[in-house]
């Protein structure tokens, strides 16, 4: 297995797959919006290599509201406001990571690029309709996803934060992977207790340098220009 072909090509055959995006299909076809665009719905697997792969973050369902989800869990556009559960992220690694500087935008692509694969469990949502979109096959296919890249791949390390993500951990295999869990980034999770103080970020690579692995530089350049090839 070299590359995100080989892995999803066989899981978007599957009924649960073809369900999920022929119904997201068929939603913009009836006029309502549905985020992310087309365009970036696979932006997870097109924006990190596989042959770079180390991190699996697992989000729940996209941003709902307009100019928010662009295919990568809790990564927004430059230019758009830093949702609160990203802002939270944020805090914990400048208390996590040496050096961290909050940056002026919620742009994650470049731990993507680094290998962090920012996939949510769900795909898609309709616009204003957090949830909307669970239930239609997208849980089936990124259960797969996950199962596969356990069975395939050696020394990942996958990210669960709230009850939606743990789920799936059930998938991954503890012998071969690390799994860092916490509570959910979003308020009213995070401000209960469990999310912060983890240190998910060190940790993560800690795991990677104990296995030879670069670690990935979660520092994110302060100021962009709007454009999202960073």
């Not at 068929?26 to 970036?40: A, M």
């Not at 997870?44 to 699996?56: C, E, G, I, N, Q």
Request: charged share 20%; with cysteine; aromatic share 12%.
């Amino acid at each position: 297995m070299s590359n995100w072909k080989d892995i999803i090509g066989p899981l978007k055959k599957t009924d649960a797959f073809i369900h999920a995006y022929n119904y997201q299909k068929l939603q913009r076809q009836k006029g309502i919006n549905v985020f992310p665009p087309q365009k970036d719905l696979f932006n997870a697997f097109s924006y990190t290599p596989f042959s770079k792969l180390k991190v699996v973050i697992i989000g729940q369902d996209p941003y709902h509201e307009k100019g928010q989800a662009m295919g990568l869990s809790f990564s927004v556009p430059v230019g758009t406001p830093i949702p609160p559960s990203l802002r939270n992220i944020y805090r914990e690694l400048q208390s996590d990571i040496p050096g961290f500087e909050i940056p002026n935008h919620g742009n994650l692509i470049p731990w993507a690029r680094q290998g962090v694969l920012l996939l949510n469990a769900v795909l898609s949502v309709d616009e204003n309709m957090a949830g909307s979109h669970r239930g239609i096959g997208w849980e089936e296919f990124t259960d797969d996803v996950i199962m596969t890249l356990s069975e395939k791949c050696d020394n990942l390390v996958f990210i669960l934060w709230g009850g939606y993500a743990q789920k799936k951990g059930s998938r991954i295999d503890p012998s071969k992977h690390l799994i860092l869990t916490g509570a959910h980034p979003s308020p009213l999770s995070a401000n209960r207790g469990g999310f912060f103080g983890n240190h998910y970020f060190s940790r993560t690579n800690q795991y990677l340098l104990s296995k030879d692995i670069s670690p990935i530089d979660w520092r994110l350049p302060l100021f962009l220009d709007g454009s999202e090839e960073l």
